[in-house]
């Protein structure tokens, strides 16, 4: 399994130095005035598009490219020939993908750690900016729970437009609602305001309640990539 | 331990309307077994079934004495498979495609490798989409080869390749075999491959096996006779598989040759018989499809 997350790593890795680069670029100037803010306000809301957009999408991308590169080579029907089992196969590919994810959500929050132990601001920002990640993070890992499986069942150009109208519902939607949540600075419309204030405050125990949605989004993800490529005929 | 090195036992599977019947044969450890038939005569599905790439709907198969499903992984570093068409990452080169291959394989020996790329004239520095067709199945050959295979399984490696290469893979796949372990299973529609290199034949035609022997037993039995048209009545013509009448003589074939002598002489003692021994492409031609035999 090591090994084909390193073939996975070794044929992308171009876009990893332009990847990292980025995403510590990022971090290093979007951390400083994301953890400044003295108030959880607009700017929340600003930041957490900045990172949505610049982390979030690239890492979404990233995973796409992936199964491309998988498609446009026709790997599966030279992997299915080596002497590995397919679930060692399935569960290489999801674990790549959290790889991705992961990544850079560590550098964003090393770099603000250091940021608020350098500046000496509040636990509390730091624990907010933690949230914020957190609530993208496990949006994100429902998103590609539910999109990866479609990757293994049909091929990619099928499955990306599939994907892709899952993603921006899910994602673009579902996301900054979590993070909306936090706010309580009336620049929604009223009727939104108040659907979004009967949600329960995003807390440590609503993170520990995402996280286990998300994985339980995960596992049954993995499972049902495994029953497909198990049935698939290549 | 095992006596076949291959065993396929009335296997059926559905492909649509395509379906392979009851396809049964066995290869026989250390030789090599050609698999021969038309285009979308089942060949490829066969060999999907056997990779486990494709799963069947009855009948059994066992590699190296083992089932083919329940010890996939076991089964898979103890073979190597070449497929028809060449599926690599393109943009990579021909020593990383290797080194990647080969971190799948217990066996894997890196020296062989290169031993085989420089034996096949291919360039380890180039990148996998800069080779030819011949020498993209060179590469699939090597890759194949380099961790010590007990069978090898190539579907069609000769197509689309020039008669020269050709003939070199030909002579590559004896010297394999020369170890005396190894076995090959080759699926091809080129029936001179055949002809040159294996020692069983198997015949499918829609999704049908018709023959499965020795090459040597399909070949001898089957008689090419030509006789002059003035010699032909209906007794004649009916013991005749695949006749063909031209203007001035006619020919056809028979596996009962001395029957068919004696009842071509009581019609024709004058008449002269010419026979000759069937080749691979003539039997393919007349005695499966015109004849629609099945042994």
Redesign the interface.
Known sequence: MF?LI??DY??QKAFFGIYGSFAIALSVLYGYPFVKTGKLSDDILTQNSIIALFIYIPIYLLINYLFY?DYK???M??I??????KKEIVFSKYLFSLILLIMPVFVFVVFSGVYVIALQLSGELFFQKLITLGSFSFAFLVMFSINLPWYFKYDYDKAIYFNGYISTIIFFIISPVLVLRQLDNGILPEYLQTTISRLPKIGATSIVCMLFVSMFFLIISIRLSERILV?K?? | MYQNVLEVNSLVKKYGEFSLKEVSFKIPKGYIMGFSGQNGAGKSTTLKCIMNLIKYDSGSINVFGLDNIKHSTDIKSRLGYVSEDHYFYDHMTVEWTGNFVGSFYERWEKELFNKLLNRFNVDKTKKVRELSKGMKTKLSLALAMAHMPELLILDEPTSGLDPVVRNELLEIFLEIMQSGDNSIFFSTHITSDIEKVADYITIIDNGRVVVSEDKDSILDKWVVVKAENRYLNDNVKKSLIGFKEGDFGYSGITNEFEWFKDRFNADFPEGNLITSRISLDEYMLRVVKEGGICV
Request: hydrophobic share 35%.
């Open positions: 090994k390193l073939k070794r044929t590169q080579h026709d790997a029907k030279l299915l020939t080596f002497p590995l089992n049935k005929e290549i």
